[in-house]
């Protein structure tokens, strides 16, 4: 009997990734290739959407021939993105009209200021239950109708299309400028401040506070179920699986009931937590979002805590200070002292997230002394992780009567003991690491298998997921709160932080 197959595309913000998984979810090939970063001003971030599809013609029949794989063994294609990168495309010849905007682009923020005073957060809140960021793409879509010259009228004449990275990516897959299917899933389209989170649908009133045209606009669709075959790079295999990749990471950790979470631990982190079909609208700063939809059952939500910076800091810690040669070391530096010293790291690079949403907050250190070394800095930026951690936690457990009893956890900072174990110590609650660490592109693949046949239902999925590692909590509880109440006070300081003026 031959063996098949179902195939997990990656499109991350640094990297394309093509991964096969067989029946058991275990991972057969990988192939990857990165992309350039592109940052034309301080606070801007930008993609080339036509090298994205080049690297994804290149390494998916690179992935197939390195294990001899013939492209009928494929059962389907399930597709997770990077969210929010907000990508525009002449719907004739299929180029980019511009660079992809990245979703940590930071450009919107005087639009967003803007906003959230007139119509204020209560407008945005009511119909797609995110607040105003320059996270999101609404904004962005704004920003170019106002900058780039008859960009808006072309839109609204039905020339230049709109989509996330998934769009584009399916659009090519599809056909492109020869019938190439322009499509969305409900997770994606609930990051983008356009469609109305209880509907699934484009928000009339969002589209005209915008001015964006639906003519430019993708058809929404599940996130489980058959879009349509590919006719180029994999011709005439399914695609059935689209979702934005912190949804497919939830997925990929088999979180299927209500109350059950995981973390991506990456260049920044994601907590999200499933809340079932109950839409759970946050009191305290965090995301309501579409966790996914099969097919015609009722849509799964999701509350979610994005904290901007985790990973980055470790790479600020190499990088710019120059205290290590490589990331995996700052455990080994962190270890050379008992605990931080005092010192508290905020890292505000460029504003924080959740549970804040504060543009204008800055980073800080403080309880610097001549007692600090090196060793308790880097604890410091560890620590900073759990911290911020800790009041996505919190922010959650106080909307939802869904309080954490575990976390599970994924991504490159997993790998680095020290901080799990200081992440199960501040949330007192098992943090738990998979067997597949891929957990994104997993997720991916089980949608698309789901959808596809391959694998009969949710609780099969269950099965293939299987522990590598659990830490349990082994802090003293007053110490653990006199700590986190010393990390709050240096948070104010980052609130507090005022931006010198210009000397003329």
């Not at 098949?4 to 096969?20: E, K």
């Not at 997770?187 to 356009?194: C, E, F, G, K």
């Not at 060793?375 to 800790?390: I, S």
Request: hydrophobic share 40%; glycine share 8%; aromatic share 10%.
């Amino acid at each position: 009997m031959v063996e098949r197959y179902v195939m997990s595309i990656d499109q991350g913000t640094t990297s394309t990734r093509c991964i096969l998984f067989d029946h058991r979810g275990r991972l057969v090939t990988v192939a990857q290739r990165e992309h350039r970063q592109y940052f034309p001003e301080p606070g801007w971030v930008e993609h080339d959407a036509s090298e994205i599809w080049r690297n994804l013609e290149r390494i998916v029949p690179g992935a197939l021939s390195e294990v001899g794989i013939d492209v009928r063994q494929i059962t389907a294609i399930g597709i997770a993105n990077q969210r929010e990168t907000t990508v525009l495309w002449d719907r004739r010849t299929g180029v980019p009209v511009c660079r992809a905007i990245v979703w940590q682009d930071t450009r919107t923020a005087p639009l967003v200021e803007d906003l959230r005073q007139h119509p204020g957060d209560a407008f945005f809140l009511d119909r797609c239950c995110l607040p105003p960021s320059t996270y999101f793409s609404a904004p962005r879509l704004r920003w170019l109708f106002d900058h780039v010259e008859g960009l808006e009228e072309r839109a609204q004449d039905g020339e230049v299309l709109f989509g996330t990275m998934e769009s584009w990516v399916i659009w090519n897959l599809t056909g492109g400028a020869e019938g190439g299917l322009h499509i969305t899933d409900a997770t994606n389209a609930s990051r983008t401040m356009l469609m109305n989170i209880r509907t699934l649908t484009w928000d009339p009133e969002l589209m005209e506070f915008f001015g964006v045209p639906r003519a430019m606009l993708p058809e929404i669709r599940p996130s489980i179920e058959t879009y349509g075959e590919a006719r180029s790079v994999l011709p005439g295999v399914r695609i059935t699986a689209a979702l934005g990749d912190q949804q497919a990471a939830l997925f990929g950790q088999t979180c299927f009931s209500p109350g059950e979470a995981k973390c991506t631990y990456g260049t920044g982190s994601f907590l999200v937590m499933n809340t079932g079909t109950d839409l759970v609208r946050s009191r305290h700063g965090l995301l309501t979002t579409v966790a996914y939809k099969i097919a015609d059952q009722p849509t799964v939500y999701a509350l979610e805590g994005p904290i901007a910076v985790t990973g980055s800091l470790v790479q600020w810690f190499r990088d710019r200070l120059g205290l290590i040669s490589s990331a995996p070391e700052i455990e080994t530096l962190a270890r050379t002292v008992e605990d931080n010293g005092g010192c508290y790291i905020v890292p505000a690079f460029s504003g924080l997230f959740a549970p804040y949403w504060r543009s204008d907050a800055r980073g800080v250190i403080v309880g610097l002394t001549s007692y600090i070394t090196k060793g308790h800095l880097a604890r410091a930026v560890l620590e900073a992780t759990g911290w911020q951690t800790r009041e996505v936690v919190d922010a959650m457990n106080a909307d939802s009567a869904l309080a954490l009893k575990e976390l599970k956890v994924d991504g490159g900072m997993t790998s680095d003991n020290l901080l799990m174990q200081f992440l199960a110590d501040v949330l007192d609650v098992p943090v738990l690491r998979p067997l597949v660490a891929e957990t994104v592109s997993l997720g991916a693949g089980y949608a698309a298998g789901l959808a596809a046949g391959f694998w009969p239902d949710l609780e099969v999925l269950r099965r293939n997921w299987h522990l590598a590692a659990r830490w349990l909590p082994d802090m003293d509880p007053e110490r653990r709160e006199w700590e986190y109440e010393s990390w709050k006070r240096a948070v104010e300081r980052s609130l507090g932080w005022i931006r010198p003026s210009r000397r003329s």
